[in-house]
């Protein structure tokens, strides 16, 4: 299985991107997506997680401000950023909880957020 992140670019503050991360492979489901960034001499942190059921979970950080989807048919994780902060920047990563022969955790490649003031 593998994770193909997109959608990283450089926005001024309070601009939005849209991230997008598609799961290819086969024979394969995903149970929990999620975003997650690290940014410069920072730890990677969580961003945001959905089910596939559509159960949600954001950083305080991030709530009200970006919202995550998925498109089950598709393998595809979305990650809305509106309101942008320069605070924002750091490379995203796209995770994904998958189960194929046995259950295995998977990340994309990385795109870079940056966000100037």
């Known amino acids: 299985v593998q994770l193909q992140a997109s959608g990283g670019g450089l926005v001024q503050a309070g601009g939005s991107l849209r991230l997008s991360c598609a799961a290819s492979g086969s024979d394969f489901s995903i149970d929990v997506m999620g975003w997650y960034r690290q940014a410069p001499g920072k730890q990677r942190e969580l961003v945001a997680t959905?089910?596939?059921?559509?159960?949600?979970n954001y950083a305080d950080s991030v709530k009200g401000r970006f919202t995550i989807s998925r498109d089950n048919a598709k393998n595809t994780v979305y990650l809305q950023m509106n309101s942008l902060k320069p605070e924002d920047t750091a490379v995203y990563y796209c995770n994904a909880d998958v189960w194929a022969i046995a259950p295995m955790n998977y990340w994309g490649q990385g795109t870079q957020v940056t966000v100037s003031s």
């Open positions: 959905i089910t596939s059921g559509g159960n949600t």
